[in-house]
Structure formats: C-alpha cells, structure tokens
C-alpha cells in the first residue's frame, strides 16, 4: 500500500500543527501557504523532508490523485477565496476537507458547489487549540461517506486516542461536521461560564484565595468532573505573575510584555471576554429550530454583559456593587462540586439534544453516541463524563435528552438539592450566577409535568386571536374574554 498523502493550504499555528501532526503519524505531507515565512517555518520544524511552496501548482503537482487537501485558514471570505483558486485546477474525486470554524450554512453552501463540478468536500470541525493540532486533536468531519475511507487512516493517526479509539469519525452528511463543532463550541461557552460562576462565588461569595479554590478544583478533576476544562481552571488560579512572555513569542500579541508581579496572574486580568462567534451561532440555530439551550445562551449573553465594562463601572457606582458574602459560605463551598456535576450534565444534554433536532431537520444522519465518543479525549470539551454519555446512547440512541437517561436519575437526585441551594445563597449574596440559575430552571422546567403556559396561551388569545387548545377535548379554541372582569 502506497504511502498516504495530505496537502495543507495555510501553514498558520492550527495548520503547520496538524501538517506536523500528520507527517509524525506516518502520511506524507505537502503544504503551502502565501506567505515564504510560513512555508520556511514548516519546512524548518519538519522532521523528515517535507514539500512545501508557496506556488499552488507545485503544490497540486506534488499531491498524487485523487488529492486528499486540508485548507486551515480563517473562517470566512479566506476559504471561499482558497477554494475559488483550487477548485478550477482539482480532478475529479478530489477531497477538500475545510478544517477552520466554518458556519455550517457556509460549508452546506461549499459542498453543494464543490460537488456540482465533481470534488469532495468536507467540513471538519478541529478542537483542541495548537497542542491538540500538533499533537492529537479531536477531529469532526461530516460530507460524503465515500471519500472518507480514503482519509481515515491519515486522520486516525493523528486524533488523539482514548482507550485504543481515536478521537476522530465520519459524523454525516452535508455540513453535520461543522454543526457539531459549532455545538461543541456551545457546550464549551456554557461551562466556561459554569466555572467563572463558580470561581465568583468562592471568591465574593465564600472569600477564598486563588490558591485554596485552585486546590478545590483541582480535587474536583479527580472525581467525576475529571475534565480539561476543570483541570485547566485549576492551573490558572495558581498561576503567578511571574512568566514573562516576550510579544515576539505570541503569534498577534502586541503590546508590552505581562507584568512580573509574583502575584496571582487571574487577578491582573481584565473581566471582560472575547467571542469569535461559534457560541452566538449555536443559540441563534437553537433559537431556529425551537430547541431550549438556556445555559448556552446565557453563556454568550455573560461575555456580552462582561464586554460593557465601563457602562458596568458607572452603574455600579451609581446601583451599588450587589455581590457579597453568602449567607453560609462553608454551606456554599461543599455543594459547589455536587452542584457543577448537575449543570455540567445540564449543558452536555442541551447540547446534544440540539444535535439530535438539527440531525433531523438537516438530515445529517448523527449518531449521538459516536460524537460522544469523539469528544472524549483531544477537545476543549473532554471529560470522563462524555464515557457515561455514550454508554447512555448506546442503551438507546433515540434518548431524547440525557437527564432521561437512567444513568443519570440518581446523579440528578442526588446533585440538584446542592444545586438549588448554591443558586439560592449565591443570588441572596447578589452574586450573578446566570448558568447556575438558567440550568436549574431549564432542569425543574424539563420536569414540570405542568407549565404556566396555558395562561401565556389565554393571553395570546385575549389580545390576538390566536387560539388555544384545551386539556379535555381535541381542537383548536378561541374564546369571548370579558372584559369586564377588570
Ligand atoms: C476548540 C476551540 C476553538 C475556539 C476558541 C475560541 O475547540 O479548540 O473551541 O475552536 O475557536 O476556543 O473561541 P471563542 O473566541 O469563540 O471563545
């Protein structure tokens, strides 16, 4: 069997990691990018000999057919761009794989026109940041199955691996890779704002130190929230002030260095978070398809919120800063671990409940569990909890939500009593805990048995017409509301 081959267009931080990657695991790699820099940067880092140029058909020339291409530039006007110039000069049965955060309508769009002139197209969702690229990411590709054969073994050799399976599958058809991406992205928004959540209430809620809530989170990463993005919380709230990276060190940074301080880095950070837009998408599809994603959506709204800093300034000087002591710190600090499990199965069931909808309304063909599976091990989102998700899926791959799932009743039971009272002191302590509190609701909404909603539908019909349907006969109903009785 003849070597496999991958062409990388953009050898950038993502790309030169993942063409690294690639040639590491055994695949003969090709790249190119514009720039001459980054061409002799790979060049330069590459183990073995490796072709690189920066003229694309040098580039096409040294790929056997059919090619196997990834693209790793911006999302965006860059990609249509890449794909404009390449696809007139591909054969047929070529594969482009788009391997950047692509809105997934983008990708729907590219794969259409990639098709109707004879190519393969996939869009692949990449998670894991520049180590995950370099050295084992989770990767998501969704498109035609067919060609997927081709690059399997390239791409399972360079995903990362969790007992003997990479993290790394054909996921469906059309744009399902990026759509998972994008909600894998969600998810992340969502318990990244958990944890800020939760750092605010020990810090203002319950006065801890960096180094104390450090250590908690890291105890916590021992049990069942044993995940990346608790693992890294607790790294940052040790960190000291003391590593001074040089701006030619920081691909983009400008500005002097960071300070040297020895005091807690966290806390010479300013509060305000950036977005590139990935979370905002996956609510504004929610919010399309009628799928209730409220920790999500809060978490884009908390970066929004943090983002008006000066407007916050001045309201607080003239409203008053609400956050506080709780009312029974220690209370606060032992249920926070009980309270995180709860939401963080909150968040993944918000996720993949919107996967299953949008695996329907798009006909992607998702099979939940193996995107479980996938995001167990190289992705921002790892964590030993995604093992249970599969198993849950696996036991039926029709679970409408995961907080149904057998598994997790007892979790549920057991975790949403410290969950309610963590929200309750934190909001007596004035502390805004968004996620927490729009987790609970959206767990006590999705177990209401009965919701306020038929007064929402009498108001509809009393000022609109709009009808109403009644518990006790079949229909549609509209009704003289009487005035009078105000
Ligand atoms: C990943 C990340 C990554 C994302 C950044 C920044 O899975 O590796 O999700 O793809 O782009 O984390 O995202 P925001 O700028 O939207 O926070």
């Known amino acids: 069997m003849s070597t496999p081959h991958l062409g990388v267009v953009g050898l950038g931080i993502m790309g030169r990691n993942l063409a690294l990657n690639a040639l590491d695991s055994g695949t003969t790699v090709v790249g190119t990018d514009l720039g001459e820099d980054a061409v002799r940067g790979f060049e330069a880092e590459a183990a073995s000999d490796v072709v690189a140029t920066t003229d694309l058909d040098a580039f096409l020339d040294a790929l056997p057919t059919p090619r196997n291409i990834l693209v790793m530039v911006p999302a965006g006007k860059p990609v ?42 996939f869009g692949m969702g990449v998670s894991g940041g520049e180590d995950g690229a370099r050295h084992g990411p989770s990767m998501m590709p969704g498109g035609p199955k067919e060609p997927y054969a081709r690059v399997a073994p390239i791409l399972e050799g360079m995903a990362a691996s969790v007992d003997g399976e990479p993290c790394v599958a054909h996921l469906g058809a059309g744009a399902s890779g990026h759509y998972v991406k994008m909600v894998h992205n969600g998810i992340e928004y969502g318990l990244m704002q958990l944890l800020a959540e939760a750092y605010d209430l020990m810090k203002r809620g319950a006065g801890l130190g960096n180094d104390r809530m450090g250590d908690l989170f890291a105890e916590w990463n021992t049990g069942p929230l044993r995940s990346y993005l608790v693992e890294i919380t607790a790294d940052i709230l040790h960190q000291p002030d003391t590593v001074e990276v040089q701006p030619d060190e920081m691909p983009g940074h400008e500005g002097p260095p960071a300070g040297m301080t020895g005091r807690y880095l966290l806390d010479f950070i300013a509060d305000t978070a950036n977005q590139k837009g990935t979370g905002k998408w996956t609510s504004q599809d929610a919010l399309d398809l009628g799928v209730p994603t409220p920790t999500i959506d809060v978490a884009v709204t908390a970066r929004y919120l943090s983002a008006l800093k000066d407007e916050r300034v001045a309201a607080s000087g003239l409203l008053g800063t609400p956050a506080g002591r709780a009312e029974r710190p220690d209370d606060l600090v032992a249920g926070l671990e ?80 410290a969950l309610r009272e963590v929200v309750a002191l934190g909001v007596g302590a004035g502390i805004p805990v968004p996620a927490f509190s729009a987790s609970l609701a959206y767990l006590d909404a999705y177990r209401s048995e009965w919701l306020p909603a038929n007064l929402v539908a009498a108001q509809r019909d009393y000022f609109g017409a709009h009808t109403f349907a009644r518990i006790d006969k079949d229909g549609m109903f509209h009704s003289q509301w009487d005035p009078a009785g105000l």
């Open 80 to 121: 249509d761009a890449v794909l404009g110039s390449l696809a007139p000069k591909l054969a047929e049965g070529d594969l482009v794989i788009d391997g950047g955060n692509s809105h997934f309508p983008d990708t729907s769009r590219r794969h259409d026109e990639m098709a109707a002139q004879g190519l393969h197209f």
């Open 338 to 417: 009980r309270a995180l499990r709860a939401v963080f199965l909150v968040t993944y069931a918000q996720g993949f409940a919107l996967l299953k909808r949008a695996s329907d309304a798009y006909e992607y063909g998702l099979d939940p569990g193996t995107v479980a599976r996938i995001w167990r091990g190289g992705c921002i989102i790892r964590a030993d909890m995604l093992e249970t998700f599969r198993e849950a899926f696996r036991a039926d791959p029709d679970l409408p939500n995961l907080l149904v799932a057998p598994a997790f009743t007892e979790i549920l039971t057991d975790c949403r009593h």
